[in-house]
């Protein structure tokens, strides 16, 4: 088999995922680690990869590829179940630090996937009904079922928020979020997608839709409040840090304003466009507005040495 990308998870409440809730859902803990894959190459060896691309010896993702390549336990699963592929996290200090100790540098799967024999590009989700016995048979860890819901609300699933402490340390607050799958939802541009809420962005934009009336803002302003949050920039700035922790101040700023604004407008600008009913964006004001952003969450940055 050959590397498949992980499909993109969109935030509830966008029409990515609008219908997502209207069945049986399984609610799952987002942890904050790398994603990572595992599958069986041709070669009959155990491939990987992260997120957007195959990995190997001399392109590694902070040593994904070295620890599980040659795990036993992978290695014992395929040869069992050769067609299937493994997506997961690999708990790497990241923005959250609230971890228990023996909980870093494992691989957590969340999904297991078999290729689909007709079409190369499909793949098909098996359930956690399904999987789960699969991975226990060979001691592998996976993110358990939080629960089951039938046609929740999005104040259901706030509601779970709070009690979502899969791995961190006791009276240390909750984890990074929640990811909500139905494995019989195609959305309307028939695509498998699930549905993802963040504790942090939560958070920030209650204490912003609070503290503001939002459409006295300008758009620009609008579009940060909703889609761009602390989390987001304390995310990607430890993924440069965790490439390089060296790095100079000099080249990890340009870095940091350059990859904050192109995941916001890649990721980001057809949800803002629905939202906001093709609103007039001054995208030069929108990338003032992302470096203001993360000069507030990231003041010392920006201070002379």
Same mark, same amino acid.
């Given at each position: 088999?050959?590397?498949?990308?992980?499909?993109?998870?969109?935030?509830?409440?966008?029409?990515?995922?609008?219908?997502?809730?209207?069945?049986?859902?399984?609610?799952?803990?987002?942890?904050?680690?790398? *994603?990572g894959?595992?599958?069986?190459?041709d070669?009959?060896?155990?491939?990987?990869?992260?997120?957007?691309?195959?990995?190997n010896?001399?392109?590694?993702n902070?040593g994904?590829?070295g620890?599980?390549?040659?795990?036993?336990?992978?290695?014992?699963?395929?040869?069992?179940h050769?067609?299937?592929?493994?997506?997961?996290e690999?708990?790497?200090?990241?923005?959250?630090?609230?971890?228990?100790?023996?909980?870093?540098?494992?691989?957590y799967?969340?999904?297991?996937?078999?290729?689909?024999?007709?079409?190369?590009?499909?793949?098909?989700y098996?359930?956690y009904?399904?999987?789960?016995?699969l991975?226990?048979?060979f001691?592998?860890?996976?993110?358990?079922?939080?629960?089951?819901?039938?046609?929740?609300?999005?104040?259901?699933?706030?509601?779970?928020?709070r009690?979502?402490?899969?791995?961190?340390q006791? *009276?240390?607050?909750?984890?990074?979020?929640?990811?909500?799958?139905?494995?019989?939802f195609?959305n309307?541009?028939?695509?498998?997608?699930?549905?993802?809420?963040?504790?942090?962005?939560?958070?920030?934009?209650?204490?912003?839709?609070?503290?503001?009336?939002?459409?006295?803002?300008?758009?620009?302003?609008?579009?940060?409040?909703?889609?761009? /949050?602390?989390?987001?920039?304390?995310k990607?700035?430890?993924?440069?840090?965790n490439?390089? /922790?060296e790095?100079?101040?000099?080249v990890?700023?340009?870095?940091?304003?350059?990859?904050?604004?192109?995941?916001?407008?890649?990721?980001e600008?057809?949800n803002?466009?629905?939202?906001?009913?093709?609103?007039?964006?001054d995208f030069?004001?929108?990338?003032?507005?992302?470096? *203001?952003?993360?000069?507030?969450?990231?003041?010392?940055?920006?201070?002379?040495?």
């Amino acid at each position: 088999m050959e590397y498949k990308k992980y499909q993109h998870v969109c935030r509830i409440g966008t029409s990515d995922v609008g219908g997502l809730l209207d069945g049986e859902v399984y609610v799952f803990s987002k942890i904050d680690g790398t *994603n990572g894959t595992l599958y069986l190459g041709d070669d009959g060896l155990v491939h990987g990869g992260s997120r957007r691309r195959e990995l190997n010896n001399f392109q590694d993702n902070q040593g994904f590829y070295g620890k599980f390549h040659k795990d036993q336990r992978f290695i014992d699963y395929f040869a069992k179940h050769p067609t299937h592929r493994l997506f997961g996290e690999y708990l790497k200090p990241h923005t959250l630090k609230t971890y228990k100790d023996d909980a870093w540098n494992k691989f957590y799967v969340f999904d297991v996937c078999v290729d689909d024999d007709e079409d190369e590009e499909k793949v098909k989700y098996l359930s956690y009904e399904e999987y789960k016995p699969l991975l226990e048979e060979f001691g592998i860890d996976y993110i358990p079922l939080i629960k089951k819901l039938d046609n929740p609300t999005q104040k259901d699933l706030e509601e779970l928020l709070r009690d979502n402490k899969f791995l961190i340390q006791e *009276n240390l607050g909750v984890g990074e979020g929640l990811v909500v799958k139905r494995y019989d939802f195609v959305n309307y541009y028939g695509r498998t997608t699930w549905g993802k809420l963040i504790a942090d962005e939560y958070i920030e934009r209650q204490q912003t839709k609070c503290a503001t009336k939002q459409n006295d803002l300008p758009i620009e302003k609008r579009i940060i409040n909703e889609y761009f /949050s602390e989390a987001v920039v304390e995310k990607e700035y430890s993924k440069i840090l965790n490439e390089n /922790s060296e790095i100079e101040k000099g080249v990890l700023i340009p870095r940091l304003l350059n990859i904050c604004f192109y995941t916001l407008v890649t990721e980001e600008s057809w949800n803002f466009v629905k939202q906001f009913k093709n609103p007039t964006v001054d995208f030069k004001k929108l990338r003032n507005e992302v470096v *203001n952003k993360i000069k507030k969450v990231k003041p010392d940055l920006f201070t002379k040495n």
